[in-house]
């Protein structure tokens, strides 16, 4: 056992509380309360460092921040994805034995999943922003106006210069349709991640009335699929870098 595993069994509520009992029938009561609050104090620290949700919040890396999510869209899909998450791993920490250090695992790959949504939704909102402060209107009426004083003038500079103006406010308004699509693209890709971890969460449960060779090979397979979810997670954010990179919208 780690100290870690150790610190979060000593400073359990419970623990604590019959520490503090101890202490004080022992000081006011009989003297002979105390040792006897102390061995159980003692013995609740020992059987809770073998408590697979402990020895789970020990092995876990300290959190990053996340970013904070004003939208409401966005937000509603995290919470959703955090709460199937938090199952996941109440389930897998629940198991006991050896089926607990097979789903442990996946509940890790399934926090490395809510952090990817978090970064995802982080751009959603981005976009979001950029998009409402866009006014569509006025760049289509800006390519009509430069349109007509294109047709207006004859010099060979002018025109040179306005249609430079007017190639960048229809790419700026090519890269808006883009963001669009983003949008769109993202919330599906928070839907997908949802749905993948509730799946996962079924699986879960069902392993905990399984023989331990199917557990293995259903593991293995569910550990496969949210892999290759968070691989096309990356190559998607990738691109969602590279479009927001465009549209200036960061």
Known sequence: MNTTTLLLAARQSLAIIVLIVALVAGLTVTIWLLPLGVLA?????????????????????????????????????????????????????????????????????????????????????????????????????????????????????????????????????????DLDTYIGRISAQLQNINASLDNVLAETVRLRTADAASADSTTSQVARRLADLKSDMDAFQSVLDTALARSGAV
Request: proline share 7%; charged share 30%.
């Open 41 to 177: 104090y003692v013995l609740m620290v020992f059987f809770g460092m073998r408590d697979p949700v402990l020895i789970d919040a020990a092995r876990r890396p300290p959190p990053t921040p996340r970013p904070r999510l004003a939208s409401p869209t966005f937000r509603a899909q995290i919470e959703a994805i955090e709460r199937t998450q938090q199952e996941i791993a109440r389930s897998a920490a629940q198991s006991g034995g050896p089926l607990a250090r097979l789903l442990l695992p996946i509940a890790d790959q399934g926090r490395e999943l809510v952090e990817e949504a978090y970064i995802l939704a982080d751009k959603g909102q981005i976009i979001e922003r950029y998009l409402a402060s866009v006014d569509r209107r006025k760049l289509e009426q800006d390519v009509a106006s430069i349109d007509q004083q294109m047709r207006a003038t004859q010099d060979p500079y002018t025109l040179s210069q306005l249609a430079e103006t007017r190639r960048a406010r229809l790419e700026k308004i090519e890269n808006v349709r």
